[in-house]
């Protein structure tokens, strides 16, 4: 990871105000990763700062909705297939909560742009791992630092991150 692209993915996707997260949480400031993923150069650079954080696997799963476009670029980064994770299984259809391919006995890394309490996350992971993921590792664009890595680690879950809030923060005055 480099300040340079802390900087710019700050730059691109600080908001400041009042914010309710996922969580419940209500902030003064979010990470409006949309901005950075629908910047085609940005979101490459990111993605390729994830593939160093990457251990080895069969899989890569990528996290509705933010989690999809990181994952894609990561597969055409690293070769790997990719499956969707939705955060409810369709009604309709074949009634998957995840698209793409066969988890069953596979090492499964999951992908997720923002990570705040990882609330989303270990529901996915759950579910995957009920289908059969092997799973031990999730890998996101942006680690808030508030409280995700402890949660996924109380469920066996390593969380590694591209960029931390201190990352982007401190990129400010670098």
Sequence with gaps: MTTSLARRVYETCHLAGSFRLRSGQVSAEYFDKYLFEGQPGLLREVAEAMVEELPECDVLAGMEMGGIPIATVLSQLTGLPTIFVRKQAKEYGTGKAAEGGPVDGRRVVVIEDVVT??????????????????????????????????????????????????????????
């Design 117 to 174: 309490t990882g609330g989303a996350l270990l529901a996915s992971c759950r579910q995957l791992r009920a289908g059969g993921a092997l799973i031990d590792t999730v890998v996101c664009a942006i680690d808030r630092e508030q409280g995700g890595r402890e949660n996924l680690a109380a469920e066996g879950l390593r969380l590694r991150a591209a960029l931390s809030r201190r990352d982007l923060e401190s990129s400010l005055s670098a």
